[in-house]
């Protein structure tokens, strides 16, 4: 998928349907080769050439990607900070989160410098906001309403 992601040039190929089967099948061999992708893979991939369905191939990745990675009992997390966090701080987050929810989980990292302070964090539909920003929202709130 990086090579897809990082590839405009291949992305746009990809997503032309003007660009005949024989073509579309050449550069994917060609590829297939550089990678040196299983034959599984390669038929796969193959497949939706020959379907005209290749242009869906980010999105079946990433629900291949999900499917997997909830059979192996890992929950996906989105987490933003305010500031940037050294490797070691994001891999004690993730050791201790891990630990509480009791099964492994990912994080899709972010820093947002408008948070003034603190961390987003987002498990599913469990949303826990510890910014400075969140709190200055709420105290807001409470005045107005007084």
Known sequence: MTIYNT??????????PTQSQSNQLEILNRIS???ILSKIIKNFLSILVIKRRIFFINKIFLSFLSLTSKQRGEL?????????LTNEELKSL???????????ITFDY??????IGGLKMQIG??????????????????????
Request: glycine residues 2%; aromatic residues 4%.
């Open 7 to 16: 590839s405009e040039d291949l992305k746009s190929f990809i997503k032309n």
């Open 33 to 35: 080769i550089q990678m």
């Open 76 to 84: 996906k997390a989105s987490l933003v900070s305010s500031k940037s």
């Open 94 to 104: 993730n050791k201790d989160i891990s630990q509480t929810m009791g099964t492994a």
């Open 110 to 115: 972010k820093v947002d410098e408008n948070l």
């Open 125 to 146: 539909s469990l949303m826990i906001d510890t910014s400075t920003k969140n709190k200055l929202k709420k105290y807001e709130q409470i005045m107005l309403e007084v």
